[in-house]
Every structure is written in structure tokens, then in C-alpha cells.
């Protein structure tokens, strides 16, 4: 087995499971990360790896997940922040006060891992977010818009999802910037269309395309989903890929015309770390 250590969010089920696999039979350290106790158990016991359970709906499990994985691995290669999802039609807000679908898919990402940073970097490690063409799509988030992360003044499923996974890339450009030249390398990418658990909401804006044996014929297999993100963490950052790019069956992709922005993705950061900043008694 290799000395390397793949933290995975989202390995429940889905890409993350998929992904979990791919790495293990690889000779890879895989710790798999999950919301459900029984299923991330079950991922878990079948590869032979460690688990740990955290819901990104509340950033104080996202602390203490931090907290353990600091104090179990003396080193982190890989950081895949996998963990996401598109939510009901009605706006939802999470026990921290943010809006569910933006504090899942890029808040608590951004959190985990901003907490191991200094870990990741003593690693030269990789950190992979999972990201959709979504932002594409959906996503509009600009400048003007950083005061309303929340949807607090316009809301919809699918622009929430958007504007968060266009965030993620734009957290994925600034993570590339601010430390790259200390070993970091950091890349964003889409897994693809892929038939899963993700959107099954009864209210969900993509119910009829993730959870009805209609949609799901049109739908990817997660272990097609989870090829680029096993591409990513086990090539070569700056020769089979470029640090803080956005890429989709292991190439280059189109995104966003507003993830090239790097005045946004400066300033996301820095409202990013604003609102994660603990309240004054």
C-alpha cells in the first residue's frame, strides 16, 4: 500500500463510493468521508479504509472533522472535496444561518479546507473539488452579487446550485494562486451527468432527471463520474494538468466566462473568510 493519504468527501455513495474503490485498488490510503453513519460504514468495510462522519449542513461537524483527520494523519496527498448536492425549490437555510445548497457544495468545502491548509501544504498536496457544468449553466455570481451568497434576495434551486459550483472553481483558481508556489496544486472538475442519489428530493428542481428510471437511462455510471477526479489525484500537476483549472473527461473544459475573473475570485475569498469568521460575544 502507498504512503499516500486520499481524503474523499461525499464517499457514501455515488462518485465518492466509485472513487473510494478506484483509489484502493490502486494501493492508495483512501479515508472516506460521509454524511450517513451506516452507509459510509459500509464504503468503508468494504475497501478496508478508515471512516468519518460529517454533515456539511453544519459547519461545527465540518470543524471537528478537521480537527480528527488533523490528528490521525500526520500527512494529506489528496483532498477531494466531493461532497454536494442540489436541494428542494423552497430556500432553505442551514443550523449556521447560510442558504443549504451554497453552504454545502462550497461553504463547508471552502472551510475543510482552509483548516488544513498547513497540513495540505506540508504534503505538496492536491486538492480536487468536485464542480458541475452547472456553473455554466446557472451560475451568475459576480461582484455585485457577493452580498447575497445567501439568496436572501433572489433565490432558485438551480441558480443557487449554479453560483455555488461556480464558486467552487473560483475558490479553485484562488486556492492555485495564493499557494502554488508553497507545493499546492489545485483543480476543479465535472464529473459528468451521473446517476445517483444527489437530487432526489420530492420537491428537487432535478428530480425527474436523477431519481425516475426515465432520467436515470440518460444518466452516467459513478464510476464513469469518479474517472477524472482518479485522473487528477493520481497524474502529474503541471505536466498532465494545469494548477487551478476546470476540466471534464480528463481535459480542459469550458466554463464560466466569469471563473477567469480573478478580482471576483480574490474577493470571494475574502468574503468567504468574513462570513466563517467567528461572531463577537
Known sequence: MSDRVIVLTGASDGIGAAAAKAFTDAGEQVVVVGRS???????AERIGARAFVCDFAELAQVRLLAAQLLEHYPRIDVLANNAGGIFGAERRLTADGH?????????????LTTLLIDRLLESDATVVNTSSVANRLFGKLDLAGLDDLD????????????????????????????????????AAFHPGVISTNFSNSP????????????????????????????????SQPGIDWTSGGYFAKRKPARMNRRATDTALAAALWDRTEAMLAPVAD
Do not use: H
Not at 428542481?205 to 469518479?226: D, S
Open 37 to 43: 453513519a451506516s452507509k459510509t460504514a459500509s464504503v
Open 99 to 111: 442558504e443549504q445548497t451554497f453552504q454545502v457544495n462550497y461553504l463547508a468545502p471552502f472551510l
Open 151 to 186: 439568496g436572501e434576495r433572489s433565490y432558485s434551486p438551480t441558480r443557487a446550485y449554479g453560483d455555488a459550483k461556480l464558486a467552487q472553481i473560483l475558490f479553485t483558481r484562488e486556492l492555485a494562486r495564493r499557494y502554488g508556489a508553497q507545493g499546492l496544486s489545485a
Open 203 to 234: 420537491d428537487g428542481a432535478m428530480r425527474l432527471l436523477y431519481a425516475t428510471p426515465f432520467g436515470r437511462r440518460l444518466l452516467n455510471t459513478p464510476e464513469e463520474g469518479a474517472d477524472t477526479l482518479f485522473w487528477l489525484a493520481e
